[in-house]
């Protein structure tokens, strides 16, 4: 899921780039990942709800409430009820798997924002062979390692809120990596929460040191992703996907498999 070449740095188009100011307001929308992906963006985020009829779609929020012409809780509508809302006055709510079927080269990261999507998306995983191509992660430590115990491990997967913690806590590595066991693949961070740097220099040591990478959301500012960037992590979340894009290549660390390190 996260090979890149040397040198290069994971960017992620977060909910399709939901800032850029060409597609703002049409988060989590074929539109925006289309967006995305026309920039050379291979790693998409975006989030997954359980439908009432067990279909898994591209949505952040529980309700439909904040970004669409409707309003409703997604637990509790079917999938032929999410399809009249529309985003921006004109685009449907994605299903996950029409999001895989549009971008087959694409990655995934993928945050589980319910409990019912966890079974559902494990089943997907298994249906679609979809093993290499996702990296899921979830602020609910419950969710994530049900996940992990669904796919056998086989999936790629965020740290825990408890494993971040231990590793942003610990005093050395050797104690981090006790405390906190293995099983996942990345640290996925906010730069700072509460008054708190949690990507300090002292964390991306730790981390690597540990073999996890470091991929920081939700970071819209250049001199913001400079820093982080100097900081040596190895990913970066975005809704400015223009500016990360210009960032990275500005440092000859853009990457993208459509068009190697080209702009």
Do not use: C
Not at 65 to 91: F, K, N, W, Y
């Amino acid at each position: 899921m996260t090979y890149l070449p040397p040198g290069k740095v994971l960017a992620f188009a977060h909910r399709g780039g939901a800032y850029h100011p060409e597609i703002e307001g049409l988060e989590n929308t074929l539109a925006a990942f289309q967006h995305a992906a026309a920039l050379g963006y291979d790693y998409l985020e975006t989030d997954v709800h359980l439908t009432a009829d067990g279909v898994l779609l591209a949505f952040h929020d529980e309700v439909l409430d904040r970004v669409t012409d409707q309003q409703g809780a997604v637990r509790d509508l079917t999938l032929a009820q999410v399809r009249r809302a529309r985003i921006g006055g004109h685009e449907q709510v994605p299903t996950l798997v029409e999001l895989l079927d549009a971008f087959p080269a694409a990655r995934f990261n993928i945050d589980l924002k319910s409990d019912g999507a966890v079974d559902a998306l494990a089943e997907l995983v298994r249906e679609r062979d979809l093993w290499d191509r996702l990296l899921v992660a979830s602020f609910s430590r419950r969710r994530i390692r049900r996940f992990r115990a669904l796919t056998e491990g086989r999936v790629p997967t965020a740290a825990d809120p408890w494993q971040i913690v231990v590793f942003r806590l610990s005093p050395s590595t050797r104690l981090a990596r006790l405390l906190a066991g293995e099983g996942f693949a990345a640290f996925q961070v906010p730069h700072r929460q509460r008054g708190l740097t949690v990507t300090s220099p002292g964390f991306v040591r730790r981390a690597h040191a540990a073999g996890h990478q470091v991929h920081v959301w939700t970071i819209d500012d250049p001199a913001e992703m400079t820093a982080l960037l100097d900081r040596g992590v190895d990913g970066i979340f975005t809704d400015r996907t223009d500016l990360l894009k210009d960032v990275l290549q500005g440092r000859g660390q853009w990457w993208s498999a459509q068009g190697g390190t080209s702009a």
